[in-house]
């Protein structure tokens, strides 16, 4: 398997374009292996398209990308069951129970450990016997923990996670926040993920990538953005950074 050594990230000079329109502008990213890292900007500046192209679902027009050491375009079945991927808008479907949702999730992967997987995820997932129950049930909450704790209990080399925690409740996204940090320290999963919360940003992440209006504005550590800009706080910096770019334009 090639590439241990290499960056899970690394796009250079990409391009995108969607509806007409330059989506993603001369994006630049390198993803250190075993790294909390994130991506920042306005509603509308690129991220979900940002992860899309970095992870070969959308074609770059121009700019390369390097998926785990390869480039992404020639990237088969062996290199995408190493990765995995929640997207914002990702759900289990509803009318199965959660350990069904686990069992399915693992045939797709391929675990070969099954037992193993299914005990790890439904500890991961802190649902105890709500697993029994149709996902239909379940809160907002329950249901991205059980996504989470699917994708994480298969120890991916990379874990990219598009607004993890929007709309949960404090202890939820507490809950979730200590898995990706947890699972990214102790297995050495590289967590890509996406955020519109600085502090979730601040406490997570040692790198991180704002981007505004398709174009990078800064990369760096949080603490670097903020002395940087020599404001009191990461949201002061991010506003400050992201200001003039602006989101939809
Ligand atoms: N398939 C598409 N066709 C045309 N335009 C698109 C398409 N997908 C996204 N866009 C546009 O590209 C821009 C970036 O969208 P994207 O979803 O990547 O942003 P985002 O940073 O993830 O936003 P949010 O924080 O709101 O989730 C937006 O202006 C969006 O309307």
Known sequence: MGGAGQPAVEAEGVWKRLGGRWVLKDVSLTVPRGSVYGVVGPNGAGKTTLFRTLLGLYRADRGRVALLGEPVERAGGSLFRRVAYLPEDGEPYRNM????????YASIYGVEDLEGYLEEASRLSGLGGRLGERVRSYSKGMRRRLLVAAM?????????LDEPTAGLDPV??????????????RHGVTVLLSSHNMYEVESVCSEITMISSGRIVYS??????VRRTG?????EAYVALVTGGGGES
């Open 97 to 104: 129970t959660g350990h069904e949702f686990l069992r399915l």
């Open 172 to 185: 939820y996204s507490v809950g979730i926040r200590r898995l990706l940090k947890e699972y990214s320290e």
């Open 231 to 235: 404001a009191s706080s990461l949201e």
């Open 152 to 160: 994480l209990a298969l120890k991916p080399s990379l874990a990219v």
């Open 220 to 225: 760096g550590s949080p603490g670097e953005a």
